[in-house]
């Protein structure tokens, strides 16, 4: 199945997607009584697992069993056009968004890195998520060189601390995309940096330019682990202004989900809602000759056929 979070009259609601339209869960509850429990929060649905997922498939079947109800459903907003729908990021209340870096074989030689032997993280502000459709807006003093960075991303859904990698993947509520937008103001100093502590600020003065307001579109729905049997087998393109920029397969992946969340639980104890992106494929803005960076007025999406297109425009 796949959730979205939409704003409905200034309120978060969960939707589940049907037929390219949108089930406002909350509004056809007073149609489907057993749709009530199921029109809490997309975090909350997730953390709910199989019982919620066949309630979900129940609605579903409910929307398509009469072209008449579904034209009842339109007319009373529970049935929203996705081009209708006002998106917000499809979990908006995650606890963490662990993002992983130099995960791709590609784009460590693109970047030219070596293989890291343990999976790096470092955090997206949550303050920073933002919905498919809204606007991301640059820092007015960092503006010059805001960069794309798509990424195929788990959400999980059930608690879980110190596991193992053969179990993680049980842990799983579902999958999402996630556009790591980064002001590359201090890259450089990454790469030039000499003695202890001078790589060691550049790189956190390098993930700061990470955090501004609105550089975490995430979306536009989350489809639940059983759409997705094999995190390993995903394909993620991201466009800028319709051309594309990253091509990839998570099959290029250093580390996987199962082995992300193994080896982060270990110092994290994972609730549901959580997210932990695997990190951006190779074509990131930076690593280009000449190099190329977003501009206003440009839109940047992010794709993977079994989720949809995370889709934003850059403001002034």
């Given amino acids: 199945m796949r959730l979205s979070t939409v704003t409905v009259r200034n309120e978060l609601r969960a939707a589940l997607w049907v037929d390219g339209e949108l089930v406002d869960l909350q509004a056809i509850a007073a149609e489907i009584p057993s749709a009530a429990r199921l029109a809490g929060s997309v975090r909350e649905l997730l953390a709910a697992g199989p019982p919620a997922v066949n309630g979900l498939r129940a609605i579903a079947e409910h929307v398509r069993s ?6 009842q459903l339109r007319d009373r907003g529970a049935l929203i056009a996705a081009q209708d729908a006002v998106f917000a990021p499809a979990i908006p209340d995650p606890g ?4 992983a870096g130099l995960n791709y074989h590609a784009h460590l030689r693109e970047m ?4 890291p032997a343990l999976p790096y993280a ?5 303050t920073a998520l933002i919905g498919s459709g809204a606007a991301i807006v640059p820092p007015r003093e960092h503006d010059q060189m805001v960069d794309w960075e798509g990424g195929f991303c788990a959400v999980i859904g059930r608690a879980c601390y110190n596991v193992s990698a053969d179990d993680a993947l049980n842990y799983v509520g579902g999958y999402t995309l996630i556009n790591d937008v980064s002001a590359r103001d201090w890259v450089a100093a990454v790469f030039t940096s000499t003695g202890i502590m001078g790589p060691i600020a550049a790189w956190e003065e390098n993930l700061l330019g990470k ?13 639940t682990a059983d759409e997705i049997p094999d995190p390993r087998d995903v394909r993620i393109q991201t466009r800028l202004n319709g051309t594309v920029v990253q ?8 580390f996987g989900v199962a082995e992300l969340i193994a080896y982060y639980s270990r110092f994290y104890a994972l609730r549901p809602g959580d997210v932990i992106s695997t990190g951006s494929p ?3 803005g930076f690593a280009r000759d000449p190099k190329m960076f977003m501009r ?6 992010v794709e993977s056929p079994a989720i949809g297109t995370l889709k934003n425009h850059i403001a002034p």
Avoid at 112 to 115: A, D, E, K, R
Avoid at 122 to 126: A, G, I, L
Avoid at 247 to 253: I, N, P
Avoid at 296 to 301: C, S
């Fill in 122 to 126: 470092f955090h997206k502000s949550v």
């Fill in 112 to 115: 030219n890195t070596p293989v």
């Fill in 247 to 254: 091509d990839a397969h998570t099959s290029d992946l250093v």
């Fill in 96 to 99: 963490v968004v662990l993002a």
């Fill in 296 to 301: 206003p007025g440009d839109v940047i999406e």
């Fill in 66 to 71: 009469s072209a008449p109800r579904a034209t």
């Fill in 282 to 284: 190779s074509g990131v």
């Fill in 211 to 223: 955090q501004f307001p609105t550089f975490c579109p995430l979306g536009p729905a989350i489809v």
